[in-house]
Structure formats: C-alpha cells, structure tokens
C-alpha cells in the first residue's frame, strides 16, 4: 500500500464528517469542528477522552455525552449530530465511536455496576444533594447501572454488604459520605466467609460527602464531588494494603489510621462543634495548644529491617494466602493483641508522649499531609510521635507544617515504617481513633495486610486538584 492510501485510511478512521460538522479524534481529545452558517467562522470545541462518557448512533444520528467543566465543575453534557446520509447504518460510524470509547476508557472497564451508599447524615448533612446534582448526572451520562442505597441507620451499609449475595458482581462499591462509610462497609465485608475474596476483588471507593474524605483525596486526588464521580466512572482497579485492629477479643479492619493523644481528641472531643466543617480541628488543637495532653504508654513495634525500606516488595511478609478461591480474613500473622509477643519485636517506654498517629495513606483529609511519604501498598504503616513537653512555639509550627507535609523535617516529630506495632496505654480513658472513627480506649495491636483491598484511582495523567 501507498505511503498516501495508509494516512488517507487512518485519517478515515480518526476523522468523521456529519452534517455541519467535523469530528476528529486527535491527540488526547476529541476536537469538534462545528461550521455554523450564522457564524463566518468555523466553532471549535476540544473535548479530552478522559471527559468523555459515552457516545451512540441511531441510522440518523449520533450522540455523544461527556463532561463539560465550567469553573473546576464537571456537568453531563450532551451533542447530537446529524449523520451524513451515505453514513447512515454504517459500521464507519460504529469503528469511529468503537475508537473514541476505547480511547475514552483505555484499561477502565466502561458501563460500570456500581453499588452506591449514600449517608444523609454526613459532614454538614450535604451528600444527598452533592450526588443528584453532580454525580447522577454523569453516572447516567456514561451509561453506569447503578443501584443506590440510602444508609437509614448507622450500620446499615455494613449489614447491606453483609448480606450481599452479589456483591462480586460490582465494579465498585461507592460510599458517598465521609470515611466512618467506608471504614463501615470493609469492616461489614470482613465479617463474611468469603471476606479474603471480596476485599481483594471490589474495589470500595468515595465520593467526598464528609468533612475528612481521606479516601477520596488520596486515591483519586481531589475534594471535588463532580471530578470524584468521573474517575469512579473511568477508575483504574488498584490494591491497597488493609491493617487488622486487635483489641480484647475484637478484630476491625482500618484502611486509614490510628490515632491516639492530642490530634485524636482534636477529631473525637470536638464533634459538638461539626457547624464548623474542617475548622473544629483548628479550634480544638488552639485549645490544647499550651496545655497539651500527656498520653504515657508502651510501644512495641515490628521493625522491619532496613532492606525493608528499599525494597518495594519487602514488606509483602503476609501475601501468603490465595488469591483464587472462596475464604475468610486472613491469618493474623503476629496473633492478636493477647498473645504474647515474639522476641524480634522493640519494647520502648514513652512515658509523657502526646501524640501517636498511624497510616498508610499520605493524607489523612485533603488540608492533612501527615504521612508525606506513605505508600498504600508497600506492606507497612507509618508512625509519627510528639513528646507532650514539645511546647507552644513548635505545635505551632508542627500545625503550620502539617498542609504541606514539612513537619517530619522537624527533631520533635518521631517517624518510622513498620509492618506490625502494639500500644500499651498507661492511662484508662481517651481518645482513640480508628479511621477517625471513636473506639474504645485500651491496649491494641496492628499488623498490615499487604494489598488485602482493592479501590479505584484515577487514570494516569490526572492532576491534583
Ligand atoms: N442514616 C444514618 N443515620 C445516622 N448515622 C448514620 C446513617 N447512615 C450512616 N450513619 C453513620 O454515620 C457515621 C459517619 O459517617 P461518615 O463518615 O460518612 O460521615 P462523617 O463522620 O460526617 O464524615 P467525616 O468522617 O469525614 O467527618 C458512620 O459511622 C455511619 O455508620
């Protein structure tokens, strides 16, 4: 074939004439080129792939839906074209529109099932409205079959999921609330037998309709409510490591934190403040400021050795268990937080600590960088300590740093990774936190699962917002 014929096909293939229209699929994006009579000139509009939904053609017509963002706010959009009449019932139409949705989806699945809860009772009360006004609209929009499920009672998402006979079925499992949904539908997951299985197979993702929305922020990068619901549609399957909480005789499954001391009574003691949004942190931490709250206890923790921390793959110790098959919640490696524990484990006494917070994600809510350099599937958590004789001048500067994540450069902030810890409180009662999520004070253990979930990001090339 001529060197001519092969470009005149690809651009056959790229490019489509409808009435009054060009539609070209270029580089990134597709670009309509509009020529409207009223108009001298030709109109021009890019669309990029990533915003596009969905496109479909009757023998006269085709139509495309995408995302149109107006001041940083996705909206469905629509435009339907006049097709050509030698194109109409064509398969050129059906290989251009088969083009555009491979490069719109690329390696995310298109026409998603996804299993939506929604919590009325989230952050300032707000998600119900969020998800009509700007998530519905492009779920529809890119053709998702979507059941919702509005959460009635706390809990209820955790006894749906439960019960779930077809939850394999999903492409995703959508919590539109803050992080106590999330936390609730693993923690509901993990008391089923087949708990392994699912966990590691549904991805669970959020759309932002708390105050914190952790999740969201650090798999798909952003608090906006319309751009969250876009990568849900074009989300990329992506493991994440889970962490198993013992205490007493109860296990819970954390995907996020745990937090004792100063910054947890900062979340926890000043809930009667919720009018406030995000800002009840700041006026609870400016109440500790000078006075900050002693935490003594004993700390054990798993260490891994240093080749852990070069090695991405080093801290898998636990993949040991299948990824076919039907089964529970995996082994606990280093038993619960009533056996005793093995000699390679550290003892260290930490009499007047004020703070312990751990994690696995950078961030733990989107003005939070607690974890800068936390990765979600490398096997560990990290652990950050603050002394409580610290004084004002550097709480300060530690709050002031925490946004941009410059506090760990500071000697009073203690950091490490590891994959298993222990803390033994000294004191009876206070704040603890899983997941953000109150929880009894008393002696707890943690042990990492290595990539044990599964959750959606967002296609590569998206940044930050
Ligand atoms: N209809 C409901 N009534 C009362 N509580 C509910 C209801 N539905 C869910 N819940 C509970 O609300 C709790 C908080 O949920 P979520 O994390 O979504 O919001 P939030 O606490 O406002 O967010 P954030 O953690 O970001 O502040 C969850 O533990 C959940 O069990």
Request: charged share 20%.
């Amino acid at each position: 074939m001529e060197m001519k014929d092969v470009t005149d096909q690809a651009i056959c293939q790229t490019t489509l004439y409808v009435e009054s229209a060009t539609l070209e699929l270029d580089e990134g994006r597709l670009t309509i080129r509009q020529s409207q009579k009223q108009f001298a000139r030709q109109q021009s509009i890019q669309v990029q792939y990533l915003h596009v939904l969905w496109a479909h053609a009757t023998t006269e017509q085709l139509t495309i839906h995408f995302a149109a963002e107006r001041h940083k706010v996705l909206n469905a959009a629509t435009r339907v074209f006049q097709l050509l009449d030698q194109d109409t019932s064509s398969s050129r139409v059906q290989a251009w529109i088969q083009l555009l949705l491979d490069r719109a989806y690329g390696a995310s699945k298109p026409r998603k099932h996804l299993k939506i809860y929604l919590n009325p009772v989230s952050g300032k009360g707000s998600a119900v409205k969020l998800y009509h006004r700007y998530a519905e609209p492009l779920f529809e929009g890119a053709r998702c079959h979507v059941e919702l499920h509005e959460t009635c009672y706390s809990g209820h998402a955790s006894w749906s999921v439960r019960e779930d006979r077809d939850i394999d079925s999903w492409d995703a499992i959508v919590c539109c609330s803050g992080d106590g949904l999330p936390y609730e539908v693993i923690n509901g997951i993990a008391q089923r037998d087949d708990a392994g299985y699912i966990l590691r197979n549904v991805p669970i993702v959020q759309l932002p309709g708390g105050s914190g929305n952790a999740m969201c922020v650090n798999m798909f990068k952003t608090t906006s409510f319309s751009h969250a619901a876009l990568y849900t549609i074009k989300g990329i399957r992506q493991p994440i490591d889970l962490m198993s909480v013992t205490q007493g005789d109860k296990r819970y499954i954390s995907f996020l934190s745990q937090n004792i001391g100063l910054l947890a009574e900062c979340d926890l003691d000043t809930e009667n403040m919720r009018f406030l949004g995000g800002q009840r942190f700041a006026v609870g931490f400016l109440q500790r400021l000078f006075n900050p709250p002693v935490y003594g206890c004993d700390l054990a923790v798993y260490n891994p050795a240093s080749e852990h921390l070069t090695d991405p793959c080093a801290g898998r110790l636990g993949s040991q268990f299948d990824v076919e098959g039907r089964h529970g919640l995996p082994d606990l490696q280093f038993g619960s937080v009533n056996d005793s524990l093995p000699e390679s484990w550290k003892w260290e006494h930490h009499p007047t600590l004020s703070v312990f917070f751990a994690g696995q994600f950078p961030f733990v809510d989107a003005k939070s960088k607690v974890f800068p350099d936390a990765n979600h599937d490398d096997g560990l958590v990290d652990i950050i300590i603050m002394d409580s004789r610290i004084g004002a001048r550097k709480l300060l500067q530690l709050f002031k740093r925490v946004p941009e994540g410059n506090h760990l450069a500071m000697r009073e902030v203690h950091h490490r990774k590891v994959s298993a810890y222990r803390v033994v409180p000294a004191r009876t009662r206070g704040a603890f936190s899983i997941d953000g999520e109150r929880s009894s004070f008393q002696t707890f253990q943690v042990e990492v699962h290595p990539q044990l979930g599964m959750t959606l990001v967002a296609p590569t090339g998206v940044e930050e917002r």
